[in-house]
């Protein structure tokens, strides 16, 4: 990592850890999880030759504080620190908001609540947060898939991951990124690392304890900022096809949440595109951030 400068910002008593290289507009990456700030470390090395290019690790991940408090995780405080990050880095000025997994449905999320701070968001394979509580409700499937939303937060599912200091669930996190000609075993070890840090994996966790309640507790009134926010934030979704986290079916409704969106389709690509394809991500990006 030692391309990238490591920093910290404070924001309401959590200490946030982000990466950051070049210079130009701002462009914030946000992850999902069980990854961290280094999963967009190709896209970070792509852009950094127009933009000053920046991944935050979220609260909980990594090497920022894992408060035990829910209120950081929660979509306000987590929509609070990016926006508090960029007007620290770039005062005053508009920037461009990328987003994978968790860290997709989140950037929405920011669009739909602070239109007038981003010039576009993007999202790699998640809907709007709002979105997907509406799916949760509604749509059987989506359930399913999401059973381990659920299942890891205690009983077995849970020791598993926290077990053995992460390393099962690096192994299997990470095992299809394993022979790609990017990832060396230098990114794996990172990656193994940012794991490894004490409380990262419940940290992680922390997300959706946060901010999915149990299903059958669950209502619209959980969709934040509100169960109909939308968006006129130029908006992109880029979408591996192969995904087995999210129903396709959403795609069609997303113009619901985002109404100014373009979709970019990757055939044979699942649920990462920007570590399983970089350069065609990197040129979707670049291709969409100059308009």
Not at 229 to 257: C, H, K, S, Y
Request: a negative charge.
């Amino acid at each position: 990592m030692n391309e990238f400068d490591s920093r910290f910002i404070e924001h309401e008593g959590v200490r946030l850890h982000y990466l950051s290289a070049g210079t130009g507009p701002l462009v914030l990456f946000y992850h999902g999880f069980p990854l961290f700030s280094y999963a967009f470390f190709l896209q970070m090395r792509a852009l950094a030759k127009h933009y000053h290019v920046v991944a935050i690790d979220g609260p909980g991940i990594n090497l920022s504080d894992k408060p035990k408090a829910l209120k950081a995780y929660r979509l306000p405080s987590l929509v609070a620190q990016i926006d508090a990050l960029a007007r620290t880095l770039h005062p005053d000025e508009t920037f461009d908001l990328v987003g994978h997994d968790w860290g997709g449905a989140l950037a929405f999320a920011f669009a739909q609540d602070r239109p007038e701070r981003l010039k576009h968001v993007v999202s790699i394979n998640a809907p709007a947060a709002n979105q997907l509580i509406h799916l949760l409700l509604h749509n059987k499937d989506q359930q399913q898939r999401s059973r381990y939303m659920w299942s890891m937060r205690t009983g077995k599912t849970h020791d598993w991951m926290i077990g053995n200091n992460g390393h099962d669930l690096w192994q299997q996190a990470y095992s299809k990124f394993r022979g790609l000609p990017h990832y060396t075993e230098r990114v794996d070890a990172t990656f193994r690392q940012g794991l490894a840090q004490p409380g990262a994996i419940d940290g992680g966790i922390n997300w959706y304890r946060a901010n999915i309640p149990p299903l059958d507790q669950m209502t619209p009134t959980d969709a934040w900022p509100s169960a109909t926010a939308q968006t006129p934030v130029p908006a992109m979704l880029i979408w591996g096809e192969d995904d087995d986290t999210f129903v396709p079916e959403f795609i069609n409704d997303l113009p619901r949440f985002a109404s100014n969106l373009s979709v970019r389709r990757i055939a044979g690509v699942g649920h990462t595109p920007m570590l399983e394809v970089p350069d065609l991500v990197n040129r979707y990006l670049l291709e969409f951030l100059a308009c």
